[in-house]
């Protein structure tokens, strides 16, 4: 059985920075690529990053690169979103999901964690 779960959403400051971590189970990891969404109310999924479990490739919204970094530690199963100078725009729940591709596109994914939630206040 998959299971994705992430951790590590709060409430932030604008201009802060915040970690959030998905830790993965049930997967074939070096046959998978892990990817971070977001979601904010009355919007569609909105593609952060991805990155492959076996060759560390990355792979970024252009909007989003610079001041989002996604991550992975294979010991741990653990892939990590590290988020820089937060906006109020950037609160949304966040979520992992899993796929055998690279890709942007949320249809793609196969497996998703129940997302955690990040907050930005102004």
């Known amino acids: 059985q998959v299971q994705l779960v992430e951790s590590g959403g709060g409430l932030v400051q604008a201009g802060g920075s915040l970690r959030i971590s998905c830790t993965a189970s049930g997967l074939t990891f070096s046959s998978y690529v892990m990817g971070w969404f977001r979601r904010t109310p009355g919007k569609e999924r909105e593609f952060i990053a991805a990155i492959s479990w076996s060759r560390n490739i990355t792979y970024y919204q252009d909007s989003l690169r610079g001041r989002f970094t996604i991550s992975r530690d294979t010991a741990k199963n653990t892939v990590y979103l590290q988020m820089n100078n937060l906006e109020p725009e950037d609160t949304a729940v966040y979520y992992c999901?899993?796929?055998?591709?690279?890709?942007?596109?949320?249809?793609?994914?196969?497996?998703w964690g129940q997302g955690t939630q990040v907050t930005v206040s102004s």
């Open positions: 999901a899993a796929n055998r591709i690279m890709a942007r596109d949320a249809e793609e994914y196969d497996y």
